[in-house]
């Protein structure tokens, strides 16, 4: 074992820190003269024979890195790597192994790692390593000034800023510093003598002693705190930018809601011409019910006097049928002016016929001023025919449209057939079923025109108008409050309303300048005398297709909301397809009369083709046999 010697082991590091150049534009040159730096690491005056393992990192990444076997007096140059910018830092890893040569009784070869830092933004340099004696003195040297550092038990030592001890030097001036680092007593037995007696010097700025870190420290700083400087200004102004977008957005935002209210109060509105016309509408589908079951009612008359149904008044032949028609006739239609007077003879003996009873005149053969004339007929069917009860007879118009009908479609009633004749030729009975069918067809027209103008229902009763009358049983029972009289619930009320806003006034019938005498006609009167007491479903119709378009608040209303004018005009298609509805149904009615005309004149032809066929199926059957 060899002597325990202290020694100092000196390591040179030297490295020039790079500094970002600034380029000038000259008057007389277009050029950008930049100027450039020559740094690197030196490690020389070691043992021929030491083994030197290196790698260089710049900001943690490797650029560079090798191995090499020093020879006696050589120097190992380790260069900066060529790098984007010349901030950040710079790692060289350092793992130094004694000659093999040197070890002794085959023991470990002596190591020395170092870690040296360079930081060339602010000119600090670290250093960290292994493979001195425990509790070691390291000499640090700078320039004029020395200091120590001290390793733990374990040969470690450690310093993050060998320039700390600095304080107020000017960086340029720690560019240009030079530092030793002494290791004493370094290696695991003690004796380092055998790495030689090499050192380790770190170095700042460049070979040349130019003012390459003055350029540094006068202006590269200055340009790195006032990018930082913007860099802060920036993010703050487009934090502004931001809340001005985020303002943009809400501005919009809040308009647009503003916006989609307007639209809202503007397209729901309500109208008044689509609210009139929504009311008007109230009663058409009840009305149209009620003028359909009219219909099937008197058409099971007809039908009944046709086939002579038991109970009719064509049950017993033509001879009752007869009598009952001259009775009717005497009865209510019969005018004593007729004939020149002739019929005197079997109408009722009448000094002065009331209003009424001229009315009645001839309204059993009058179709224009029964039917064709006239809004609404005030017939209802729902309540029965029954005579005896004064509730259930035929009254005003139903007796004079069952009388038309008949003289229209059946003037003449059948003879009535024996059993006997038959029970042998049943030809007479399915003819007499056949006239039946075809008078089915042809007075199906007229029993439309009938239900379409006969009288609406009543409806529901109002404060205005009281057409529903108390329950009987309420009226009997005291403690049942009568209940009260509502709304009128039907739209044929308001267009009687309509009408009074077309300039009707009253007329004096008497001239004595009063329109409020009874003889006179008040505007409710004469609305009643167009339309009726329940204007009917044609009445209605005419109103909805005809009426309405007559009066100039129909137009002047158009001038609204366009939503509001569209919807009026769905209303108005509406009603249209309503009205193409009801030309539909008699354009079949026409269709199927007119089917029924073919087949009437073909009659005759289709008897004759028929014969023909039967004589020749004779004749071929006479020959056979």
């Known amino acids: 074992m060899m002597k325990y010697r202290y020694k100092r082991r000196i390591l040179l590091l030297a490295a020039c820190v790079p500094v970002a150049a600034l380029g000038f534009f000259l008057a007389d040159s277009s050029g950008v003269f930049v100027t450039q730096t020559h740094t690197e690491v030196v490690i020389r005056d070691f043992s021929a024979g030491t083994h030197v393992a290196y790698e260089i990192l710049a900001d943690g990444v490797v650029v560079g890195q090798g191995q090499e076997d ?71 040297r700078k320039g004029d000034k020395s200091s120590l550092m001290t390793a733990d038990w374990a040969g470690l030592f450690h310093s993050d800023a060998l320039d700390n001890n600095d304080v107020g030097e000017d960086l340029g001036a720690k560019y ?44 590269s700083w200055a340009l790195r705190e006032m990018s930082e400087e913007l860099s802060v200004v920036m993010v703050m102004q487009t934090k502004v930018i931001g809340m001005f977008f985020d303002a943009r957005a809400q501005l919009k935002t809040q308009r647009k809601h ?77 005018d004593p002016r007729d004939n020149d007077g002739a019929t005197s003879g079997i109408c009722p003996q009448v000094s002065a016929p009331t209003v009424v009873r001229r009315d009645q005149f001839n309204k059993d053969v009058d179709y224009a001023r029964m039917v064709a004339g006239r809004l609404t007929i005030d017939v209802d069917f729902s309540d ?39 029970r042998d030729d049943t030809r007479s009975h399915y003819s007499s079923r056949s006239f039946a069918a075809k008078m089915n067809v042809a007075h199906s027209s007229f029993l439309n025109i009938v239900g379409m103008k006969s009288s609406a229902p009543v409806g529901q009763s109002t404060t205005a108008t009281a057409t529903t009358p ?19 619930d039907a739209g044929w009320a308001y267009m009687k309303a309509m009408l009074r806003e077309f300039g009707i006034v009253g007329i004096d019938v008497n001239n004595d300048g009063d329109v409020t005498d009874a003889v006179d006609l008040t505007v409710e009167e004469q609305i009643t005398e167009i339309l009726g007491e329940r204007p009917s479903y044609y009445a209605q119709m005419e109103i909805l297709t005809k009426k309405i378009y007559q009066h100039p608040n129909f137009y002047t209303n158009l001038y609204d909301k366009p939503a509001n004018v569209d919807r009026i005009g769905a209303s108005i298609d509406a009603i249209t397809l309503m009205n193409q509805r009801d030309r539909f149904e008699s354009l079949l009615r026409r269709e199927m009369l007119t089917s029924l005309l073919i087949e009437e004149g073909l009659e005759k032809h ?8 039967y004589e020749g ?7 056979l046999n």
């Not at 010097?201 to 003055?214: C, E, L, P």
């Not at 005579?387 to 259930?392: Q, V």
């Not at 007879?393 to 003879?415: G, M, Q, R, S, T």
């Not at 289709?606 to 066929?613: E, G, L, Q, R």
């Open 70 to 140: 020093l020879e006696e007096g050589s120097v190992l140059n380790l260069p900066l790597p060529v790098v984007a910018e010349d901030t950040g830092s710079v790692t060289y890893r350092l793992h130094l192994k004694a000659p093999e040569e040197m070890q002794e009784d085959g023991s470990p070869a002596e190591t020395l790692d170092l870690l040296l830092a360079l930081n060339r933004d602010t000119g600090n340099v670290s250093v960290s390593g292994s493979g001195v004696n425990k509790f070691s003195d390291i000499l640090v």
């Open 176 to 219: 240009n510093q030079r530092i030793e680092l002494a290791f004493q007593n370094s290696g695991i037995d003690g004796d380092f003598n055998r790495f030689g007696s090499g050192k380790v010097d770190v170095q700042f700025g460049d070979s040349s002693d130019s003012d390459r870190a003055d350029v540094r420290r006068r202006y």
């Open 258 to 334: 503003q916006e989609l209210k307007a639209r809202a109060h503007k397209d729901y509105h309500p109208s008044d011409q689509m609210c009139r016309i929504g009311t008007f509408m109230r009663s058409i589908a009840h009305t149209e019910s009620k003028a359909e079951l009219n219909k099937h009612a008197l058409n099971k008359m007809l039908m009944n006097q046709y086939l002579a149904t038991t109970g009719n008044s064509a049950d017993h032949g033509p001879e009752e049928s007869q009598f009952a028609k001259l009775y009717s006739y005497s009865e209510y239609y019969c």
């Open 384 to 422: 029965g025919a029954t005579r005896g009860t004064a509730d259930n007879d035929l009254v005003n118009d139903e007796a004079a449209i069952i009388a038309l009908a008949k003289n229209l479609y059946f003037p003449n009633v059948f003879e009535m057939p024996e059993k006997d004749v038959l």
């Open 470 to 488: 108390p329950i009987p049983a309420q009226m009997a029972t005291p403690r049942v409050p009568t209940p009260p009289i509502l709304a009128e």
């Open 606 to 613: 289709v008897v004759d083709v028929s014969a023909n066929i």
């Open 617 to 623: 199926m004779q004749k071929a059957q006479e020959k």
